[in-house]
């Protein structure tokens, strides 16, 4: 694995693989590595001939007040675990190799950066995040790139910004890697003392309680955020937002008649988390076709009961397009 630190250097990697007619992966991260990365890692790895990790704390969607300072950085570790996992370049540039005296150029994607995060985050958040992966995709050229799931809002966002910049890459959306206990992995989790984290685990709960009236047939908005809202209150953990929003548009659901993202952020002890499930009514009503319960028949004839529907993955509905719509 190379470990590079410019522009130029990265663009000339890859153009030594194109002209091995090489697919190239991406995978944007800002450091910190935990099993979320590598699982981005390995998707890259299994689907492309050079695989690209940038290795990059942002400055420009981080708010005054936030943890610029303190985003834990480990830049030897980090290299080791992407070296184990195939990486062939580590791209760690410095903040001026990506945002250079007299920059003035601000990606801003409007709708879709006003709620959640970006209502408790500012704009300036996702700003930020839809300036540097333009960037990175300018510089890296990827074939596809590769995004955590946990981060539901950035990869509609990211999706946007290809959409709309006609930008040729293909976004793909993992799956939420979690702890044993269920908290999702995130570098901030290392804030978490003993007691908080065992407090944290109460999202991933709240969220799984409303997964699961929601697989039993609730559709309204308000019984589904009121089973979540009952466990969170339980865990005395105080939310920035709990909300269901459409899983593409993140307009305000209030029936869910298509698929659903519920979303929640939260500050416990000195770490600010956010988790989500993506309450699929696809998912629902093709396993319930698939698997129904069968009662025991009667003279005349077999009585399907109603199925029993199952806890939807909390992957991405549209991982697989090449430029889903945000």
Known sequence: MRILRTIPEVRAAVREARLANGTVGLVPTMGA???GHLSLMRAARAASDLVVVSLFVNPTQFGANEDLSSYPRDEARDAALAE????????????SEIYPDGFATNIHVAGLTDVLDGASRGAHHFDGVATV????FGIVRPDSAYFGQKDAQQVLVVRRVVR???LDVRIVACPIVREADGLAMSSRNVYLDDAARLQATALNRALDAAAEVFAAGEREGAGILSAARR????????VEYLELRDAETLKPVVRVERDALLAV???????RLIDNHVLSVTDVADRGAAEPDVAEPDAAGPDVAEPDAALPDAADPHANDPKGDA
């Open 33 to 35: 590595f935990h099993d």
């Open 84 to 95: 184990t996992e195939g990486v062939d370049i580590l791209f760690a540039p410095a903040a």
């Open 133 to 136: 992966v333009t960037k990175l």
């Open 164 to 166: 709309d910049l006609d």
């Open 231 to 238: 466990v969170l209150e339980d865990a005395r953990i105080s």
């Open 265 to 271: 952020a939260a500050r416990v002890g000195a770490a």
